[in-house]
């Protein structure tokens, strides 16, 4: 973070450059003019501490560090904005070589000059290029620029051996810094759109498979599709791998904050992490969450297509799923009754894909196992997910019941009435 309290900085200036900058900036040669002695012109070794000065280019590193860190431009948009720069700055360079063969030639020597052809074109305007510093640097950029590009118009051109002998130092600077920078150029915008010359690559294989297997239209058709709507899940897959590389604790953080709208719409998950707010142990019960979001298991379903498995907590990604006649859009959940046993007990799991689907998985072998591992540190995260558990079981049991006394007693009505009649 940066330090914003003035007196905080003042004092880290006067432990570190106040001094090498108070010695850089003093007035040696005008104390030396004014003293006239021979004892202040050795103050002239002073000089050398103006030097030090550039230590500090050493921070340009720091600096563009934080520059990074703080910047989202991707590397390969950075790397083109560079080259444009280096190619604006050789160009720069380059003009003011052309115009420095000016000065190699004196007008009044009667040898021609580039800039003589200027002229007839000047001959009715003030301001002469010859004579005027803009214009003429203009000129020299635009022959400079047209040089670096192999584009060649040829209006301006070496007039004698020594613009000619210039033309030539120009022409090799330039024709190596252009193949440089276009190639270079060339191969970051190329890489700018990897992902997608992967996703075509692998497009012309899948068409390649069908056409060599003979597969029929529709089901060709149904193959395209589920890819393209599978780029989506591709690139989090990506982005997985990047979490692994995080440490633990950044791994936590950005899990939280990836998962928790959908945390908060599981039971048990909301308990545990007001738990974690509340409880004198919500390190533990934090770190118990946030391994369960890194077991999490994704999963994609292409349309029409059915699935479903008792013990099995559902989180909806992406797409439309049908299930006991409700329709679940993205950020939906079921199955949070997936820590039950009786399988009796647990609400319907069937479900129907009506789009292409992606969702993200937990079963309940492995959140036992994440519980069995967190309780040897927190006791009471077992106790309270029993706890959870029984309560949860008793209210499905009692509505089983229930929905089992009125079927009976719905049978009972219904074989009266057919002995009656």
Known sequence: SLERRQACIVKHYLQTWFFVDLASIAPIDTISILTRSEQSKQLKAVKVVRLLRLLKLTRVRRLWRRFEARSSIRYGQLAIVKFIVILFLITHW???????????????????????????????LEQKTKDTWWKKYITCFYFASYTMTTVGYGDVGPHN?????????????????????LGQVSDIVAHLGHEEQVFRSKMDELNHMMQDRHVDSQLRRRLRIFFFSNKTAQ?????????????????????????????????????????????????????FVVDV??????????QSEVFGTPHVLYICMLGL????GRVHRTGAVWGADFMLVDSELLEPFES????????????????????????????????????FCCWLAFQRAFMVEAKSRLARTAFRSSSKLALVS
Request: charged share 25%; with cysteine.
């Open 235 to 287: 690139r989090r897959g990506r982005q997985r791998q990047l979490i692994a590389e995080l440490s633990p604790g950044l791994q936590g953080e950005v899990v939280m904050e990836f998962n928790r709208k959908w945390l908060e719409k599981v039971s048990l998950l909301a308990k545990v992490l007001f738990w974690s707010e509340s409880s004198e142990h919500g390190d533990m019960f934090r770190a």
């Open 352 to 387: 129907c894909a009506l789009t292409y689907t992606e969702l993200t998985t937990l079963d309940r072998s492995t959140f036992m196992e994440l519980l069995k591992t967190h309780t040897e540190n927190c006791p009471e995260l077992r106790q309270k997910v029993r706890q």
């Open 94 to 124: 380059m003009a003011n070589l052309w115009a420095f063969s000016l000065l190699l030639v004196d007008e009044h020597d009667g040898v021609p000059r580039w800039i003589d052809s200027f002229d007839e074109r000047d001959a009715n």
């Open 293 to 302: 979001s890194l077991k999490l298991h994704p999963s994609v379903h292409a």
């Open 161 to 181: 051996i020594i613009e000619t002998f210039t033309v030539v130092v120009m022409l090799i600077v330039s024709g190596f810094s252009w193949a440089v920078v």
């Open 321 to 324: 799923v049908s299930r006991k």
